[in-house]
């Protein structure tokens, strides 16, 4: 069967589900979607005829079996057990009309020949108890912080004495946007919360167990929160998007940062980790025993195929490790981005994923993206404005920052909190990034609406560099290093100079000599790190910029700073005489101000708005010069 | 009235209307298509109601009145007469009202009082007849071909001697797609090319006037075809996006080219050219007169407003001059690209621009992009699969190519040579730019599907750099200038270097101290040319690098070339020890491969393909060195 004549089902018709539908659509894939509401945010965007029952309806789901080709998910609260039965029954009837063939040749089940259901009902199940998905992390090795699950009142006591307070009380199911879990400071709290929790627990769905619905986890300290999208092809092809932050207020993620402003090597771990959690809950065993109608008995495995995207929430602690928080089986809020800043957007390569076509590029197309949502504002804020009217002011204002795409859901009525819609804002430079997120911050809290001050959005896009990475700190683009702190003197100018021109650096002491395993390290290391182009000083002998330019790839500008003989020739020798292979971009002794310039000059080449301060700074050079020339004029070379 | 309350009305429901949908779900915005289809591409975006009739229909058009604030076409040929008399009628309405005032104060006219037409009538009337449209543009100084209307077939010879031949007839209405443009060779060939077009010219709307429909038009030397999509604000505020080059086949554009592979100066010139022919075909004068209740008589200007998206398409001739060939007042087929590559698309632009909101930004956001059309094949190729099979066939091999997004119209057969779909590829380098262009454009020749050769396609993506730059050569990178020809055995290294890394390059003569306005010429518009590295090779004195870097933002390498005399140290000391304010990046004496290398490594920054190679090239100078120690250990050092 052709793959692009497949028709794809979709559980739930949420803000997820609308956005798989743009990419649906633009492939030509039929999408139908199982929501209560009529006119949901997924079926404004069809003429087709959709199933309007609740999602996790077990006829509705049967239903929509019969008329599709794949079932998927945009919400993790479905019912599995329906789900599960459909792949169950399907794969046994398949199994018997294979032993039933008269003519002895075997027929292979054809995974086209049902319907099937992506992520797998099982993956789906184990994310769903989130004290099961920790288990199965933990177990396939994955890092996750500490956990317990709580019998009873009693059992939480002991565990809390254990895991010292304070600690988190988790219900392990129907959990969503900091729902479900209560932050626990000391014993005396303990009970308030375990009361809390247990009143809104909804029983397991295997009503033979007992079961409290909680679990306890230890508290991590955390200095950002990651993560990582996962897209896991039929075939177990296993792809990700780069590493963004999230920040998270009052438990609902408002901004995203892509990529995360974290080391490069911090964000291959994350990576790692992220695909190494989605191929361990894609891949718990789920295997049936049937008797077929000749008696023999056999086992089916129904869950060797699972694809789908998966969203990894992640830890990133103090002392540099990454455990994974949970995971989501389908496009997730910290995803967004994709739309606009990738080759391939989360919602395409969910299709792609689950109808087995090949999955897309996942890599960045621009330099800079970040997501922020918008949400529905408390009536303190709106003032007499109605929610709506508030939200469509805020739509408006949205638009006059440069490189934002507003995606709004087509929700009629602006609840408190509720995800009305997102922004994602694109920008060529990390200056450009941080004022045009500092904007649109501004302009969905709502402070922009009641100031009923648009000049306001304009000076913060204006804004001096003062103002610059309040949000966000981006990573240095730029490292100076020299031999030694004698060289300092010299160096801080390249230093000055790229602060002036709002360029992130770092600067440290790298000596060829005294640490030639730290060069080493530095220099191998730079690229993944983030940085564009190394300034490297050294006098004498000034080794240090030929060796790190033999251990990268990256430009290396080398600033021979004068010693104490031979007036600095012997370190103009040194650095610019390179053999044939190994190029330093060599400047004038002890003209670090001209390396800062020349980094600038390069890094241009990305960042417009870098080349554009450029030709400003040549426009002061010259005015100054002209201002000296009115003086001698003036006053006469005499009294110059 | 809020503007994001205001309701759209589109005449035409194809995939111009759907992609325009797209956006206008996104805000929120309620969309009305007026299509005989009643499952039109546009239409299969919404649950909406539509009006399904013909949107020539002048009742649909008055019913559409009534329900919209704001009417734009996705199509040219619509009912202006109809259009027209709306917009009258209501300003009239408006007039009448204010006049009929009793408490004597003047109630300005809002434009949210009536229905509007964007763009106005009158500018789409204009457009629709070619002959009045280049007539419009002459008046107003922009230029085009030489053409004249032809009132009968005797003033066609009398004009085609004037013209000389080959000379083009044209039809003045009803025009698209080549259709109704005919080429003539000879006086021989015009009889039949004016009965050919005669017997399909539609009448005059305006029946008083005996009109031929047609024009000639004197055949201009093209060597390239480019357009610009120039969106008009409802304040009269213009912006453009970038130029693209559109490659037609066969009278429709099948390949665009985003940015266009021309010099940033000519880049600058369409941009400004394309502007000024949307102020002038959007400023015609348009007045009407109407007599109050009270007996006063009133002129009144039914088009000072108008706004929308207008694709201008543009001829650039032997000469570097500009002329304009046509314009849409609508978005294009050459802007598709603005989806994915630039910060905001023509179609939310379109949307902007005619409900008054701040215009987009509309700046590429990756560093290339090329937009392909997927076209009905003829049987020839189809073979035996049927069109729609070719068609899935084409999509799903085009999932293959990294940075592609395929838009399909959702049209239900595959007609020869009609607009099926389209895919827009965006990449980092120039050569995967190509790569990938010339992968697509074998795919959607239905080539691939023959052959059934999915290696094929592969093949292509890593292609040696030998079929590299095929269908287009892309602008040089770096340009390599030098002193005197006497320089160039030493600077060909440089040259060598960077082919052998794929990067485009110019090489030529600047001479600081024989041709200085020629190197300030250089050196000022270098960057606007789209250089990104300058390297300048120079001896003894040598001024060139210095003086070359004072006049640009571009970062500049100078390569000391070796003279007569003091060894090169010299040209050294006069290229590194340049004064703060003013770097060059100075490599070795005499070492030009460095230089290139160099250039390579900054490139890296902006395209990752030529840092990938980098660190391939240090692997490969790492193991030739370890193949002479390999050597030298079996042969020994006495027989080495």
Redesign the interface.
Known sequence: M????KKVGVLGGGQLG?MLF?SA????IDLTIVDPQT?SPA?????QKHIDKDFKDREAIFELSKRVNVITAEIEHVDTKALTEIVERQMIQNEISKSNLRDGKEHYANHEDHTMVLPSPKTIQVIQDKYIQHKVLKEKGVKVAEFEYCQDYSNAVEIGSRFSYPLLLKARRNAYDGRGNVFVNSENELRDAWDKLSSNIIPSPDNSVEDSGIYAEKLVKFTKELAVIVVKGIDDQIICYPVVETVQSNNICNLVLAPAPVNGITCEKAEELACLAVKAITSVPNTISIELNNGEKKDIDVVSKCAGVFGVELFLLENGEIIVNEIAPRPHNSGHYTIEAC??SQY?NHL?SILG??L??T?L??NYAAMINILGLPTSVCGSTDGM?LI?SI??DT??V???????Y?KKEAKVARKM?HVTV?A?SPVEMNRRIQAIMHIVSGENHLANNSEKISKILCGSDETVYRPYKPIPLVGIIMGSDSDLPVMKSAADQLKSFGVPFELTIVSAHRTPERMVEYAKTA?KRGL??IIAGAGGAAHLPGMVA?LT?????GVPVKGRCLDGVDS?YSI??????????????N?A???G??AV??????FDLY?DR??G??DK?RLEVEGKIEKLDSVGYENY
């Open positions: 052709d793959i692009l004549n609308r743009e659509h633009r492939l030509n006119d079926k404004q965007l069809s003429n080759d391939t395409e792609r076509l090949p897309g590029s890599k197309k621009v009217g469509k739509v408006n638009l006059l440069p490189g934002s795409t507003v995606h709004m087509g819609g694109v060529n690229k564009k182009v033999a790839s990256l430009p290396v500008i103009l610019v005489q390179m053999p044939r292979g190994i190029p330093v971009a060599t400047v004038a002794i003209n101000d001209n390396a310039l020349l000059r390069i890094l241009g080449g990305t080349s450029m030709l700074y040549l050079i």
